[in-house]
């Protein structure tokens, strides 16, 4: 039988950059011995105020179909923190509800490109990316955020890729995989960009919560940039809700509308009794999302300072999120080959960072979103095998004098 072209379009890269991962995971529930640093999704278990209340709605028979745009108490939720955290100008009628933030990104491609469209997109970016905005038929404009400027975009490249097709920026801050937050100043010439070449800006902002130096700031509160962005966010990371799929679009109310019609088309609203457990999540400051913040900066500086002493190898600190980049381009491996070796011989699983674009080519993306006991027993293989690697005169870096 025949599909259509989309089918192409949307299996890359990027869905094979999770093959190390489904194997880890498989082999977990096998009951094996595997340590899995693979995926943003910490061990925290949802909390209890937000399953209390999504259990007291499916009790009180909150089973039947939703708007498409979402419940107003969400919404008027959601409006009140973007405000009250980010300064973003919205009311409840600027907001969509999404099936998380992925479903948020996959319409926003839906909805502002078309075939032959061009969309920039800062690289690395999420492993979704290039699947949601092919799947339109626009053409991808990678703009690189190197190494060298520690992982912040390159501003020249990004106004050089500027051309009469380009429709649309693409970014996400805090970034994943790198940690790096954009500043105000990079978001401001970005901005500038956007409004002289008439441009949307899509932001994802789903690590926004996890930022552990410097400061969120959100491109759609600049001068200008409310009418031209649309801000998306999850409750997944924030408030450990990975599975409940709750994600949302801010944007000007034209494009809430197409976004609602779209949503009928794909979704047809989002549970009730799920969205009345999100909404408390975001009316109430629960206490315990500040401690899974700081529970997560301890896992980064662990795993930090372990990678700081792996030989041949070296890491970055991320400023934000969930991820630590490990740099093993010197141990003359692939990033690829390093991911699967360390995967076959120490049952670490980890993600290729080539994965997520050429400037993270040569690192492996760890997530400090695993348990404390996973990552310490992480980076203890992760010794053993840079250890290995070097005894085996595998790697292309110099041996110590003492070695
Ligand atoms: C940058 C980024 N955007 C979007 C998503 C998808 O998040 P959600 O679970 O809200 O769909 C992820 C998930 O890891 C992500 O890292």
Known sequence: MRFSKLTARIAGEGAAAWDVHSRAVAARAKGEDVVVMSIGETD????????????????GGDTHYTSSQGRPRLRAAIAARARARYGIAVESDGVAITSGCQNALYAAAQLLLEEGDEA????????????????TGAVMVPVPCPAVSEFHPDIDALRAAVGPRTRAIFLATPVNPTGAVLTREELEEIAAVARQHDLWVVSDEVYADFVYEGEHVAIACLEGMAERTLTL???????????WRVGWVIGPRSYIAHMS???????????????????IALEQDL????????VLRARRDKLHAAMSRA???NCWLPAAGMFLLLGVDRTGLSSRDFCERLYEDERVSSVDGGAFGAS???TLRLSFAASDWQIDKGCERILRFAEALREKGDTAWPRLANS
Not at 44 to 59: W, Y
Not at 267 to 276: A, H, K, R, S, V
């Open 287 to 294: 206490e315990i999302v500040d401690s899974m913040k700081q």
């Open 311 to 313: 030989p041949g190898l």
């Open 360 to 362: 993270t080519a040569g």
């Open 233 to 243: 966010g999850s409750l997944s990371k924030s408030h450990a809700m990975t599975g």
């Open 261 to 279: 019609n779209l949503a009928l088309c794909m979704t047809y609203g989002l549970p009730g009794f799920i969205q009345e457990g999100a909404a």
């Open 44 to 59: 925290f278990a949802t909390p209890d105020p937000i399953v209390d209340e999504a259990v007291r709605a499916l009790r």
């Open 120 to 135: 920039l997109v800062l690289e690395p970016m999420y492993v979704t990316y290039e699947a949601s905005l092919k799947a």
